[in-house]
């Protein structure tokens, strides 16, 4: 059995988000959780694209009603992703582990489950930074200036009037730590899903759909209560997270490198307008990334850990900070949908493996 489920670690470690080995085997004990055997065997037969059931039934070597049923189970219970329509045959695709699998199991956390996830998703995220991170950031509303070039996939307000269907589901970071006893109080439904993603979640009874209005509602109190908005990672987007430095593990992970600003997929950095400030240390408070420090009674840009989020912008009362566009030499390309940044993820993947492959044999020859 357990050669099952390495088995279904390797399949999903070649998906663009990864799913390493660990020493400890803790991404076994996921897998055995959320898996059972059958489940773990079929899943091994998905793709990173929408196919019917009778095509993954071929290849598993199933019937195609006992494939079919099996299927529609995993996609109920958050192992795989479905698009389900009365036009056409319902098609299933592999998911990730993040984003996809673990999002996917908001309401039915338990303790063992977090411990273990709380274990694994630092080494998943230490991965990441090696390739196309899945979210990018981009800046609060109130954070815009109108002598600012903001592109319209770089404006939440924008990117949100663009969707057809709105829903929105509990934030997984924020329910793990309040399951927990920690984490903060901000907004527990954050994160928004769209389009066919939001088909999924309302399916599965992840969320619930809201209006245009009510969504916009929520980016507004986010930028209120201090949270990173970071959508997908491309300029046609499925999701919008609003994100906090106290339980986000993506943020938190972040945090801890020395230059969260390479890191990520931001187009911005803050410019401090010292003659302005009054070092009131607003900003301080609001930074997620520890970005900013008061120096000779003003306020100090670290641009190496500044993330372009806009939340001390968003706060100042003397309009002493303001965001800026990096040099051209350091704008993050958008992939235009998820395809086609799914691919770029799997190339950036496939180049950092070569590049650390390469470097052990060096090390070794030495």
């Known amino acids: 059995m357990n050669d099952t489920y390495e088995k279904l670690r390797t399949h999903l470690d070649t998906l663009p988000g990864g799913f390493p080995a660990t020493e400890s085997g803790v991404e076994i004990r996921i897998l055995k959780r959320l898996f059972n055997s059958d489940e773990a065997k079929l899943a091994l037969h998905l793709k990173l694209k929408l196919e019917p059931a009778t095509a993954i039934a071929e290849r598993a070597g199933m019937s195609d009603k006992e494939a079919a049923s099996m299927l529609e189970q995993m996609s109920r219970k958050g192992l795989i992703f479905s698009i389900e329509t009365p036009d056409r ?106 389009g066919w993603a939001a088909d999924y979640y309302e399916r599965n009874k992840l969320g619930r759909v809201i209006t245009l209005e009510e969504t916009l509602e929520i980016i507004r109190k986010a930028d ?33 490198h020395p230059s969260p600003a390479a890191m990520v997929s931001s187009p911005f950095t803050v410019k401090v307008d010292t003659d302005a400030c009054i070092a009131c240390e607003i900003c301080l408070e609001r930074c997620q990334m520890d970005a900013l420090s008061i120096e000779d009674e003003h306020a100090v840009v670290n641009a190496d850990r500044c993330i372009g989020c806009g939340l001390c912008v968003s706060t100042c009362a003397t309009d002493a900070l303001s965001l800026e566009r990096k040099p051209g030499e350091e704008q993050p390309a958008i992939p235009k949908n998820q395809m086609e940044g799914q691919i770029l993820r799997m190339k950036a993947r496939a180049q950092a493996k070569a590049n650390l492959k390469d470097k052990l044999e060096r090390h070794r020859d030495v």
């Open 89 to 194: 045959p319902h098609a299933y695709m592999a998911s990730q582990f993040v984003v996809g699998i673990w999002e996917y199991h908001v309401n039915d956390l338990d303790k063992e489950f977090i411990k273990d996830t709380d274990e694994y998703i630092p080494i998943l995220a230490s991965e990441a930074f090696d390739y196309i991170p899945q979210l990018r950031t981009i800046p609060v509303g109130k954070s815009i200036d109108a002598s600012l070039k903001i592109l319209s996939h770089e404006k939440a307000e924008e990117l949100v009037k663009d969707q057809k269907k709105f829903l929105v589901a509990p934030c997984i970071c924020r329910r793990e730590h309040q399951l927990k006893g920690e984490g903060c109080d901000k907004l527990i439904d954050a994160c928004l899903i769209f």
């Open 224 to 256: 209120e209560e201090g949270l990173v908005l970071q959508p997908s990672n491309t300029q046609e987007i499925v999701n919008i997270c609003c994100c906090c430095g106290d339980c986000c593990q993506v943020l938190k992970n972040l945090k801890k």
